[in-house]
């Protein structure tokens, strides 16, 4: 599976959700300064308020989108030798009693839907510091891993990892 496909999908996603959010924080702050008349604005000032706290949450989110870029950037996810354990760029499958799931072990872009190579299938990105994550790290193909889901312990077996 060519995981660098992967990877730069995943900065797409990412970046897309930067440009969203300095697209909303721009909008936000113009609305806090123009929005409203000077006479408005001094009988209810907490629309300003509102609207500039919107900007500042969208400015943030922003700069955590441009931070997990510059993360991706520097990450070439390498393939994983066969018997080797589970390490961050690995693609991971496992199968329960009632479903199955495959996801890409990356450092950043967690809850992330991916689709596969050629449109096949869709992957889950899951970070090491997800349930999911921390609970593949080190382990091999074959090991069972219990993770708890919605309250709820689960348990998976690792069938696939490269």
Do not use: H
Request: include cysteine; proline fraction near 6%.
């Amino acid at each position: 599976m060519n995981k660098r496909w992967l990877r730069d999908q995943l900065a797409a996603r990412i970046r897309e959700s930067a440009e969203s959010a300095e697209r909303e924080r721009d909008s936000a702050a113009i609305e806090a300064r123009d929005g409203a008349t000077p006479a408005e604005k001094r009988e209810d000032a907490r629309v300003a308020i509102e609207y500039a706290s919107l900007a500042k949450g969208q400015s943030m989110r922003a700069e955590r989108a441009r931070t997990d870029l510059g993360a991706l950037e520097r990450f070439d996810p390498p393939p994983l030798r066969k018997g080797a354990p589970i390490a961050v760029g690995s693609v991971v499958e496992v199968e329960g009693e009632e479903d199955a799931r495959t996801f890409f072990l990356a450092p950043v872009g967690a809850g992330i839907e991916l689709s596969g190579p050629g449109g096949d299938g869709f992957l889950s990105v899951v970070t090491p510091a997800s349930p999911f994550g921390r609970a593949v790290m080190g382990r091999k193909v074959g090991d069972s891993i219990e993770v708890e889901v919605k309250g709820t312990a689960k348990e998976w077996t690792i069938t696939y990892a490269c």
